[in-house]
């Protein structure tokens, strides 16, 4: 019996660790972004290396990776077409900022 209510004590911790963490995550590509440019473009980045980008009536999806400064996405068209955007980002107060290789950078909010 004690240690089923130690395990339990354990288990909440636990979860609230990982509410706590991933509410303080403000640096983090995760959750669902969309652009202050007429674009109105959004991206969706999941936990698992998935991404979708959305634009008006298009939808790419695909998988993501990043190591804090450099993000690639690997995305495919409905159409079946296969895209690579890499860009470098900062996120700085609430703000995802994607430069791509020719300077152009691309502003996001949450």
């Not at 473009?41 to 998988?63: A, C, P, R, Y």
Request: aromatic share 8%.
């Amino acid at each position: 019996m004690k240690s089923r209510i130690i395990i339990g004590i354990t288990a909440v911790f636990a979860v609230l660790l990982m509410v706590f963490t991933l509410s303080g995550c403000g640096d983090s590509l995760i959750g669902k972004w969309r652009s202050t440019s007429e674009k109105e473009t959004q991206l969706i980045f999941v936990s698992t290396g998935k991404v979708t980008m959305s634009d008006n009536d298009i939808e790419l999806t695909g998988t993501f990776r990043d190591d804090g400064q450099n993000l690639v996405m690997s995305m495919t068209a409905p159409n079946g077409e296969k895209y690579v955007i890499e860009a470098t980002y900062t996120i700085v107060d609430g703000e995802l900022h994607l430069e791509n290789s020719k300077g152009q950078v691309e502003v996001f909010v949450r």
